[in-house]
């Protein structure tokens, strides 16, 4: 009984500290899902590329951060903080919970294995990313509907609307908007993408240290090195999961103009790809514009103007 008490007030200590370090850069997170979703406030600017090449600059986070606040003020910067640290909070415990309900499942399996043998840490390695696949699906799957509720907060700064306004409120209103399927738009590819990412983290750092990397001193930074690498390849999984979360939701954030109607998320890849947008929020300080765009008079200028999906007239 001890041990298991000293484990669950680690736990609640990891998830205050990471409620609190999540609450201070919280704005720069609702700058970069304002950009994921494709709203643009602020016209881009003619400058150039480090290699001399005519660009567009669009402004980074903390424009876009002071942007926010000189319309709803500091505390609008904050808009949807709570729905996401009880995201974060039901995530962390779910993911805690099935993770230390599966490894005693397979304790037992794997004490009389021989540390040695190739083909038992391989193995190993296998049974545990499938434990790390399916806890952090569970994670995702159960805190989910207030990750929306969050996206959907935070997305009412386009259109200024206030229909989610609060946590109960904001249930009723997914519901009657879109069903109960509402509660997991945007799910398929955040599930995809945070499975791809373990996968790859852990075939990965599995195939490093133990055929690369000679120096035991290195093998501990392998793992974080791989999971960034990781997560960076399949960062456009998240900008489809934002922008499903929000599409035709009765928000103005999810309609046209600014968003087309997806039929579905892979529609939703297809016409991001198309438009070169599928990396859009990955850079948070040198932003360029990538779409369609014109020379007049020696000038880039955006062809359809502030708003990427405008249609052209």
């Known amino acids: 009984m001890p041990p298991k008490s000293k484990d669950t007030e680690i736990l609640w200590s990891d998830i205050a500290g990471r409620i609190l370090v999540n609450a201070i850069s919280y704005p720069i997170e609702y700058a970069k899902v304002m950009i994921q979703i494709g709203y643009e406030p602020i016209p881009p600017k003619p400058t150039v590329t480090m290699f001399g090449k005519p660009a567009l600059k669009l402004p980074n986070a903390f424009t876009y951060i002071k942007h926010i606040k000189s319309i709803d003020g500091f505390t609008g910067c904050y808009r949807g903080l709570v729905p996401k640290v009880c995201s974060y909070t039901v995530s962390t415990i779910a993911c805690d919970k099935t993770l230390e309900y599966l490894q005693l499942n397979s304790v037992e399996q794997n004490e009389d294995e021989d540390d040695g043998d190739e083909r038992v840490r391989r193995k190993r390695c296998m049974n545990e990313i499938i434990r790390d696949v ?129 039929k579905n998320w892979l529609h939703c890849w297809t016409h991001l790809s198309t438009h070169n947008q599928l990396k859009r929020g990955s850079s948070l300080l040198w932003r360029y514009y990538t779409g369609p765009q014109m020379l007049q008079n020696g000038k880039l200028i955006p062809i359809m103007g502030n708003n990427f999906y405008q249609p052209s007239s």
Do not use: W
């Open 134 to 262: 399916i806890s952090r699906t569970v994670a995702i799957i159960v805190s989910h509907p207030l990750e929306v509720i969050s996206l959907r907060m935070m997305a009412q700064f386009v259109g200024g609307e206030t229909k989610y306004s609060s946590l109960f409120g904001s249930f009723l209103e997914i519901y009657k908007e879109n069903g109960i399927l509402g509660y997991y738009a945007g799910l398929i590819p955040r599930v995809i993408g945070s499975a791809a990412v373990i996968i790859l983290t852990g075939i990965s750092t599995y195939a490093i240290n133990n055929y690369v990397i000679q120096e035991p001193a290195m093998k501990p930074y392998t793992a974080s090195t791989m999971k960034f690498v990781a997560t960076t390849v399949m960062y456009p999984f998240l900008v489809v999961s934002h922008c499903m979360a929000i599409n035709d939701c009765g928000l103005v954030a999810g309609l046209p103009p600014h968003m087309p109607i997806y």
